[in-house]
């Protein structure tokens, strides 16, 4: 029996402002927050979603 197929899905979140995506890859949304970070200085992260 095959187990279920988790979601490979990205949460991307800024710290200090409303900002906040998912995105389908790490590269993406690693590329999102450090364009945001270089931007505005702000504290943002991503994490994988389980």
């Known amino acids: ?3 279920p197929k988790r ?3 990205y949460h ?3 710290r200090e402002c409303f900002l906040e995506e998912v995105f ?3 590269d993406a949304a690693d590329a999102f927050v ?3 970070v ?3 200085g702000h504290t943002a ?3 994988r979603v389980d």
């Open 24 to 26: 389908d890859s790490a």
């Open 1 to 3: 029996m095959e187990s």
């Open 12 to 14: 991307a979140v800024c």
């Open 7 to 9: 979601s490979r899905l």
């Open 38 to 40: 270089e931007e505005t």
């Open 45 to 47: 992260l991503a994490e």
């Open 34 to 36: 450090t364009r945001h």
